[in-house]
């Protein structure tokens, strides 16, 4: 059975840091890149960070970069996203998908075939 896990969310003052942690189970994970997105209320999905198959390439929107970081351990079937400097705009319901994106489509979410359930990220005083 195919899953992805996240973990790792919660409550957390503006400037705060949390480690989100996504699990793979069920398929080849080493053979798929892998993507976080989050979805604020009322707000569509967005793509947030991106990583390769291998973590060769990784790739960050806009508004994350310098303050999320994206790594993976493929031993562990693992993927984890470092989020400092958190934001009350940050604040969303964040996911973890595996696909064989290209890197040039790493943004387009139906590249993507596996997704976790979300884990919350809230940021507030």
């Known amino acids: 059975q195919v899953q992805l896990v996240e973990s790792g969310g919660g409550l957390v003052q503006p400037g705060g840091s949390l480690r989100l942690s996504c699990v793979a189970s069920?398929?080849?994970?080493?053979?798929?890149?892998v993507g976080w997105f989050r979805q604020a209320p009322g707000k569509e999905r967005e793509g947030v960070s991106y990583?390769?198959?291998?973590?060769?390439?990784?790739d960050y929107a806009d508004s994350v970069k310098g303050r999320f970081t994206i790594s993976r351990d493929n031993a562990k079937n693992t993927v984890y996203l470092q989020v400092n400097s958190l934001k009350p705009g940050d604040t969303a319901v964040y996911y973890c998908?595996?696909?064989?994106?290209?890197?040039?489509?790493?943004?387009?979410?139906?590249?993507?075939?596996?997704w976790g359930q979300g884990t919350q990220v809230t940021v507030s005083s």
């Open positions: 998908a595996a696909g064989r994106a290209s890197y040039y489509r790493r943004w387009q979410q139906d590249e993507y075939s596996y």
């Open positions: 069920g398929f080849t994970f080493e053979y798929y890149d």
């Open positions: 990583i390769s198959r291998r973590g060769t390439s990784a």
